[in-house]
Structure formats: structure tokens, C-alpha cells
């Protein structure tokens, strides 16, 4: 009978084979995706006295709720679009504050940019793009913000498209609840 004997050095190479093997079938998404997003320097963008701290990434949320609000022009359906950028009350303090379209377009052009890209756009910048997409949109040069960007019409939301009940024999729909 033979006696085996494994040094430390045996051992340890062991449990790193060990470890390689399990890395191969069990894969922490979590660790993997807060690393990236460490990586990510947030925007901050300051509107009447808040700073809000804009997600690293456009969260799946905003888009999902552009898309399923994008015919409500309703107040609520807005701002449930808005709240995951910057939270639930943001919209109406713009409001009680006295934000104008032209601010709020502003505003949603800068945000937009720099989630995806901080540091990309200034709100000069924002302001200069925003007005020139006014102009094309007024001499029927653009598309609407609803089919190229996704971004928020004017004051009252996701969509630019006018709907008429009287005119067209069209329903303005409702949001789903």
C-alpha cells in the first residue's frame, strides 16, 4: 500500500481548478454588471434647486413606458415616463415652478444625451438642437420626436401627434391602467 501525500502547493492548485470550472457554469451577472456600471460616470443636471443624479444607463423601464405611453397625452402617463430618470415628484415640481415647453424639451434633449454618454452635450448645446428641431418641425422638415428619438414632445408628453374625435371620426386613447 502506497501513501499519498498532496503538498500545499497540490492543494491549492486543485481548488483554483476547482474554482475555473465553476466560473465556467455559474456566472454572476450581478458583480459583472456593477462593475461596468462603476465604470460610468453619472450626469448630474440641477433644474429649480434639485440635483438629479441621471441613471448610468437608459433603464429599460423608461423605454418600455415611452412605448406603452407614447399615444397618452395624459399629465400621469408623463410623468410615470419621466420617473425613472429622475423620480416620481420631479415633474410636477417642474410644473409648480413654472417650467415652459422649450425648458422641458431642453432639459429631456441634455438628459437623453448625456445618460448615454456624460459629458457629450451642453445644455447651450441641448438649447441649439432643440430649437433647430423646432424650426424643421414647424416648416415640416423633421419627423415628429415620437418616431425618430422617442423624446417627449412639448408639455404634454411621449407624443406630437395631434388626434381630433370630431374631425376624423378617431378616439384619443386611453392609457392602460
Not at 415652459?100 to 459629458?119: C, M, T
Request: charge should be negative.
Amino acid at each position: 500500500m502506497t501513501e499519498h501525500t498532496t503538498d500545499s502547493d497540490d492543494l491549492h492548485d486543485l481548488l483554483n481548478d476547482a474554482r475555473e470550472s465553476l466560473d465556467e457554469v455559474f456566472a454572476d451577472a450581478d458583480a459583472f454588471f456593477a462593475a461596468e456600471v462603476e465604470q460610468v460616470r453619472s450626469a448630474t443636471i440641477r433644474l429649480y434647486g434639485v440635483d438629479y443624479e441621471l441613471p448610468a444607463r437608459v433603464p429599460l423601464t423608461f423605454n418600455m413606458l415611452l412605448a406603452r405611453h407614447a399615444e397618452d397625452e395624459s399629465m400621469d402617463a408623463f410623468a410615470r415616463v419621466l420617473a425613472p430618470l429622475f423620480g416620481a415628484s420631479a415633474l410636477q415640481h417642474w410644473l409648480d415652478s413654472g417650467i415652459d415647453d422649450r425648458q422641458l424639451g431642453i432639459v429631456l434633449a441634455w438628459s437623453i444625451a448625456n445618460i448615454k454618454a456624460p459629458g457629450v452635450i451642453s445644455l447651450r448645446q441641448a438649447a441649439e438642437a432643440y430649437d433647430k428641431q423646432q424650426t424643421e418641425r414647424a416648416e415640416g422638415k423633421a419627423p415628429t420626436a415620437s418616431a425618430t428619438s422617442g423624446a417627449a414632445s412639448s408639455k404634454t408628453g411621449p407624443s406630437s401627434k395631434r388626434t381630433s374625435g370630431g374631425s376624423t371620426g378617431s378616439r384619443r386613447k386611453r392609457s392602460r391602467r
